[in-house]
């Protein structure tokens, strides 16, 4: 195997807890992994070396929330939102049908475009869930198309409830669906939420989710208060994810429980919703993620530094705050060790920025800041 020193870096952002910042810093990557990082005067010999001339580094962007497969857009629906109408869950099924027209090609085509714009700004992992196809089949080759590109994908036939039957289709989601969605999934999630899923059927998803296997996430209070939080809670979820309305109860139980907040910016800048209270979050000792919910309907963006701006300008989160939850705060949204962080041993995912410290993505914002990329060792941007 080749070592690759990364020298000349101005500003080292490692995401690693021991010493999250060095100045004038340089890493050592050999076989994917990262095995030395330090003061540039104590970098050891290596095969190769990389100059980043000044700039700052930082892990690659963990993106733990994403809606990737699917076909069509909304701008209709956006458009209408501008002028006024307030958001509903309810144009989520305009998705679904365009959907389940789609051939797999051409949905396949589409997610691996998204996740290129992904990767273009930095995003090194992401997830990706199912939820616009709603049948069996069209759940299972969705997230078949979903585990294409990522090992993170996520069951979500509890997305929204289609024409019929709430009940019966709790239990085709919860039965036959999960059954034939589980050997593509990693995950299992639910909007527990006015329009969509109540705290019985959203317990009964998880449930029948975690004894296949599958790991829990929550979508949980978006739209108002609820019972999502205490779901996700009670039953161990990884995530709880948009929490834009809390109640005091509902962060006293995420900072006890461990459960991380994933809060989704681009919704609520979408959406013309109030921003999730972050700095609340954080003062009370709940670890939050930040993600895109990169989606056709409430939040059609894949640019994490996007994310990151809106979060210090309207959330009141620090640039240092806001960086460390779009990586490490990310890789423990979906429960890795391995991303998020540059550390020895950790696999070597790094964005290269054109600014000299990562407080420009924020400084900055809307400027294309990312000049290189880099996943598990090589380059890809």
């Not at 527990?192 to 009964?204: K, T, W």
């Not at 296949?212 to 996700?232: D, E, S, T």
Request: charged content about 20%; some cysteine.
């Amino acid at each position: 195997m080749t070592a690759t020193l990364f020298r000349g870096i101005g500003s080292l952002y490692t995401g690693d807890p021991e010493r999250e910042e060095i100045a004038g810093a340089a890493l050592v990557v050999e076989g994917g992994m990262v095995v030395w990082v330090g003061e540039a005067d104590d970098a050891p010999l290596a095969d190769r070396d990389v100059d980043v001339d000044g700039r700052a580094v930082l892990p690659g962007f963990v993106d733990s929330h994403a809606h990737l497969v699917f076909a069509g857009d909304r701008t209709a629906e956006f458009a209408a939102r501008m002028a006024g109408r307030p958001y509903s869950a309810g144009g989520i099924r305009t998705t679904v049908a365009a959907t389940r027209a789609a051939t797999t090609p051409a949905l396949a085509a589409n997610t691996a475009a998204l996740v290129a714009e992904m990767i273009a700004q930095g995003t090194t992992t992401m997830e990706i869930k199912s939820g616009y196809g709603l049948t069996v089949e069209d759940e299972r080759r969705s997230l078949e198309i979903a585990s294409a590109f990522t090992p993170e994908t996520t069951f979500l036939g509890a997305h929204v409830v289609p024409e019929g039957d709430p009940d019966a289709y709790v239990r085709l989601v919860a039965g036959r669906m999960l059954d034939a969605c589980a050997p593509y999934a990693r995950w299992v999630d639910v909007f527990c939420e006015r329009g969509a899923f109540d705290e019985d059927q959203s317990r009964e998803i998880l449930a029948a989710g975690l004894k296949a296997g599958l790991q829990a996430r929550v979508h949980a209070n978006q739209l108002g208060p609820g019972p999502g939080v205490r779901v996700a809670c009670e039953l161990g979820a990884a995530s709880a994810d948009h929490c834009t309305h809390l109640t005091d109860a509902d962060v006293d139980l995420l900072a006890a429980s461990g459960v991380v907040a994933t809060l989704l910016p681009g919704a609520e800048f979408s959406t013309r919703s109030p921003y999730p209270e972050a700095r609340r979050l954080l003062d009370a000792g709940v670890t939050v993620a930040l993600a895109t919910d990169c989606n056709p309907g409430s939040s059609f963006t894949s640019s994490m530094p996007f994310c990151v701006a809106l979060a210090v300008r309207e959330m009141g989160l620090t640039p240092l705050e806001a960086v460390r939850a779009a990586t490490r705060g990310g890789s423990a949204a979906l429960r890795r060790d391995d991303v998020g962080m540059l550390r020895p041993g950790s696999r070597a995912d790094l964005v290269i920025l054109d600014a000299p410290s990562y407080v420009h993505l924020a400084y900055r914002p809307g400027v294309p800041l990312v000049a290189q990329v880099w996943q598990a060792g090589r380059r890809v941007v």
